[in-house]
């Protein structure tokens, strides 16, 4: 920002507070696909080199599309349009560098500082979280597979629930009888 001359107004720091959630995104995909390797077995480095380069291209494809919605801001004329030039190029640089940093150096701490999980004797938190999440996925996993199924009963209770919901916001339903006025839905 100071580079390209441009203060750090209320915009600017929005502009930075949004692009910390993408920057931090951009890493933990990288992060997860590694650690999610190595899990498999494989060596540290190459858990790097295989993780990166299966999700780099989703990482790019992701960050580039993030840079691409802001860029009809930076077509914007008059002061509302300098105003949102600055918050434009200011999120889209952020993201540029998170996409550097998350193809580049994230993988290569990946590769010094990780190390496998499995084989490693956990604590009591962690061993209850882990049956309490094996619980909520069996259970997600029969839905799914119900819903799938019977995918006509699940469209039909879709479409009637839309239904419903739009007639409990029709205008005759908007009668609030406990304090007899109307209210919005």
């Given at each position: 920002?100071?580079?390209?001359?441009?203060s750090?107004?209320?915009l600017?720091l929005?502009?930075?507070t949004?692009?910390?959630?993408f920057?931090?995104?951009d890493?933990?995909?990288?992060?997860?696909?590694?650690?999610?390797?190595?899990?498999?077995?494989?060596t540290?480095?190459q858990?790097?080199i295989?993780?990166?380069r299966?999700i780099?291209?989703?990482?790019l494809?992701?960050?580039l599309?993030?840079?691409?919605?802001?860029?009809?801001?930076l077509?914007?004329?008059?002061l509302?349009?300098?105003?949102?030039r600055?918050?434009?190029?200011?999120?889209s640089?952020?993201?540029?560098v998170?996409l550097?940093?998350s193809l580049t150096?994230?993988?290569?701490?990946?590769?010094?500082?990780?190390?496998?999980?499995?084989?490693r004797?956990?604590?009591?938190?962690?061993?209850?979280?882990?049956?309490?999440?094996e619980?909520?996925?069996?259970?997600?996993?029969?839905t799914l597979?119900?819903a799938?199924?019977w995918?006509?009963?699940t469209?039909?209770?879709?479409?009637?629930t839309?239904?419903l919901?739009?007639?409990?916001?029709?205008p005759?339903?908007?009668?609030?009888?406990?304090?007899?006025?109307?209210?919005?839905?």
């Amino acid at each position: 920002m100071w580079a390209v001359g441009y203060s750090l107004d209320n915009l600017s720091l929005m502009a930075l507070t949004i692009s910390t959630g993408f920057v931090v995104d951009d890493a933990i995909v990288v992060l997860e696909n590694v650690t999610r390797r190595l899990e498999k077995g494989q060596t540290r480095l190459q858990a790097a080199i295989d993780g990166t380069r299966e999700i780099g291209f989703t990482v790019l494809a992701m960050s580039l599309s993030l840079i691409a919605v802001f860029i009809p801001l930076l077509f914007m004329g008059g002061l509302v349009g300098r105003l949102f030039r600055e918050f434009a190029v200011t999120l889209s640089v952020a993201v540029a560098v998170s996409l550097v940093i998350s193809l580049t150096v994230t993988p290569v701490l990946c590769a010094r500082l990780l190390s496998s999980e499995s084989g490693r004797a956990h604590g009591w938190l962690y061993q209850w979280s882990e049956r309490l999440f094996e619980r909520i996925l069996r259970a997600y996993d029969l839905t799914l597979g119900w819903a799938l199924r019977w995918w006509t009963l699940t469209l039909v209770l879709l479409l009637s629930t839309i239904a419903l919901s739009g007639v409990a916001c029709s205008p005759w339903c908007r009668k609030d009888f406990s304090h007899s006025r109307t209210t919005d839905c």
